[in-house]
């Protein structure tokens, strides 16, 4: 008769077995070493944290994250952005100069038309959820 329960031991690589181990260790120098590892970790820049937290609210918007994946594929002014979004266009624009003055989106002048463009940090980003799905 076979067993249900399947051996997971026989799953777990040495390596993960170990980092498992070390986590809060008896032995005084592993566990020395552990601590000090987790400092090193732990250094968190606050400015950093606050700029995302920032980014995430200011693309928290469902017309501001459309915006933001349409400037994934390239530069718009907002006339373009009007009639891809289906929105009106004192509404694009009072949402572009969120994006804007929350260092999401930046701009430029090409003849008379402003033309917005993703900030590079920003559109690593969000590019990045397409990187996941093509896998």
């Known amino acids: ?3 249900k329960y399947v ?7 040495f390596s993960f077995l170990y980092n498992i181990m070390k986590c809060c260790p008896v032995d005084k120098d592993l566990k020395e070493e552990w601590e000090h590892e ?3 970790e732990a250094n968190i820049d606050e400015n950093e944290i606050n700029k995302l937290c920032n980014v995430f609210k200011v693309l928290s918007n469902p017309i501001r994250l459309k915006i933001a994946y349409q400037l994934i594929k390239q530069d718009y002014c907002v006339t373009a952005l009007v009639y891809v979004l ?8 009072h949402h572009l100069a969120v994006m ?3 260092g999401v989106v ?4 090409s003849s008379r038309y402003t033309y917005y463009k993703l900030k590079p940090e920003v559109f690593f980003m969000l590019r990045a959820r397409d990187i996941y799905q093509e896998k």
């Open 106 to 109: 930046d701009s430029y002048k």
């Open 7 to 13: 051996d997971m031991n026989a799953y777990i690589e």
């Open 38 to 40: 987790l400092e090193n």
């Open 1 to 3: 008769m076979t067993s």
């Open 100 to 102: 804007k003055e929350n």
């Open 86 to 93: 289906g929105e009106k266009q004192n509404l694009v624009s």
